[in-house]
């Protein structure tokens, strides 16, 4: 028997026309992505999704519509599950109090886990901006739904 891996995923576009991309790294691997992650037991999709922006970004947001939802199969980067992902158009209640940065992987802290948060630009978004098959999918769509 194999275990799914039910992820779920914001998709945050500001006034500029920016989305917001995180950059992670766990114990040595690095990667980009949007903000999000893994849903605990019990939790519905949009309960996960808020939890994990006030977890990620300390953020409240509003879950505005679904976007995707993963439709083949794709093998976690970190085990043996199978990962299905929901993602989401979002916008936060308040401002984002984060400290955004220009480059990839510019982390302020130091240890195992590490994460940062930066603007790209939708018209600049290209599917080299992330590292899973499920989010450069997802940037496939947004830029066929702009064009």
Same mark, same amino acid.
Do not use: C, H
């Given at each position: 028997m194999y275990p799914f891996n039910v992820r779920v995923y914001g998709l945050l576009i500001n006034d500029l026309q920016q989305i917001l991309l995180s950059d992670e790294e766990e114990y040595g691997f690095r990667f980009s992505k949007f903000p999000g992650g893994g849903l605990e037991y019990g939790e519905g999709l949009i309960d996960g999704l808020k939890r994990e922006f006030l977890e990620e970004c300390n953020a409240d947001i509003e879950v505005l519509e679904h976007f995707y939802t993963t439709d083949?199969?794709?093998?976690?980067? %970190?085990?043996?599950?199978?990962?299905?992902?929901?993602?989401?158009?979002?916008?936060?209640?308040?401002?984002?109090?984060?400290?955004?940065?220009?480059?990839? %992987?510019? !982390?302020? @802290? @130091?240890?195992?886990?590490?994460?940062? %948060?930066?603007?790209?630009?939708?018209? @600049?978004?290209?599917?080299?901006?992330?590292? !899973?098959?499920?989010?450069?999918?997802?940037? @496939?769509l947004l830029k066929a739904k702009k064009a």
């Open positions: 083949f199969f794709i093998k976690s980067a %970190f085990n043996d599950s199978q990962i299905i992902s929901a993602y989401y158009m979002v916008k936060p209640t308040e401002e984002l109090q984060l400290n955004f940065k220009n480059s990839v %992987f510019d !982390f302020d @802290e @130091e240890g195992d886990i590490r994460q940062a %948060f930066r603007w790209r630009n939708m018209a @600049e978004l290209n599917m080299d901006d992330v590292t !899973f098959p499920t989010d450069k999918k997802v940037i @496939e």
